[in-house]
């Protein structure tokens, strides 16, 4: 077995663990001040909105070593007074100029100067205008989309989970895409369709590990009440150490090509289309990855804590802590599997919690001039069952 599969077993059998849900407090700021200064980022900056947005014209010129990329933006800008952008398309000397704000005119210009500089007919140019309301109705629908998205996914939760876990997953997935969108706004990449074809499809990796941690913590939480090991921020720690190993590889799998579309496609070869979607994804993966451990299990964990019922709980399990550490008796195994015994151990203390003292029980007073034969009659004395009479016979059964 590999280190990495050694420690992963590790986390799962709980012998070693990070403490995520106990520090919740530290990650949250983290969290926060994270997306302040993505807030900060678009509010300084700005997003750049690609021509599908906000209307244009974008130009595809065929392969040629006439014209340089610089050149090809100072025709463009002297002859609309707009300022390109232009994109090279391989490694040819083809380009793509796109244009924002352009009417037909204007485009009509642009095209006939940049073909004159080519020295190629204009129809060999290929020329795509975009209207302002085009651009409207896409960013239009893309809102729409987004909101249908979160309501689905926060129905299926409350149905699949329960609504905390709902809401947990919800305010992760709302950080997935603040700082998505602050870290396009810092580089200044365009806003395009691919944009948000990528920020759609980055909300379904980041939901999918939220759900795997989730599947895990409803799976060690089921028996909670009838245990008297760990409290509730305990177990949903253990359950995220053992689902820690698996988030993390399977992260590492889906960036690496996500990585090759951005650096090398994107990068090296001038993606064009490839780094709005590939930047898109390799955000919001990294993101949806640290949210799904270190926000969105703490806030179930913080909105469970607030229910009567498992304020209870842990007030038992700390009370039955502290009796054992009084009465030096050692924690039992910590496998992290509830057994008949923890069931025994959880109705005996939830019964203790309404049973009397046993200073608090009457007795009959002593008759008078019973002398040492009273004693015989006083009330007999509760004392706590033995839990570990009966056990290792073959019957089981008590003599």
Known sequence: MSRLGAFGAKLYRGEVGVDFVGRRKFWYLVSIAITIL??????????????????????????????????????????????????????????????????????????????EELEIPTDQLNAEVIGPSWGDQIANRAWQGLGIFMVLVVIYLAIAFEWRMAVAALIALIHDITITVGVYALVGFEVTPGTVIGLLTILGYSLYDTVVVFDGLKEQTKNY?????????????????????????????????????????????????????????FVGLTAGAYSSIVIATPLVADLKMREPEVKAQDRRVLSRRAKRAEAGQDEDDLDGEFTEDDARDGERAAEEEHEPADDAVEHEPEPAG??????????????????????????????
């Open 38 to 115: 993505a807030f900060a980022a678009v509010l300084l900056r700005g997003l750049t909105m690609g021509v599908e947005f906000q209307g244009g014209a974008v130009f595809t010129t065929p392969e040629t070593d006439k014209l340089s990329m610089s050149e090809a933006e100072s025709i463009v800008e002297e002859t609309t007074g707009h300022s390109p952008i232009v994109v090279a398309l391989g490694g040819e000397g083809a380009m793509r100029i796109q244009v924002s704000g352009l009417d037909t005119d204007q485009s009509n210009a642009s095209r006939e100067a940049l073909a």
């Open 225 to 281: 009440t009838r245990q008297t090991r760990f409290t509730y921020a305990e177990l949903a720690n253990r359950s995220l150490n053992g689902t820690l190993v698996r988030s993390i590889n399977t992260s590492v799998v889906a960036l690496l090509p996500v990585a090759a579309l951005l650096f090398i496609g994107g990068g090296l070869l001038g993606g064009g289309m490839l780094n709005d979607i590939a930047l898109s994804l």
């Open 370 to 399: 019973a002398g040492a034969g009273a004693a015989a009659v006083r009330a007999p004395r509760r004392q706590p069952p033995a839990r570990n009479r009966g056990r290792g016979r073959p019957s089981g059964k008590r003599r």
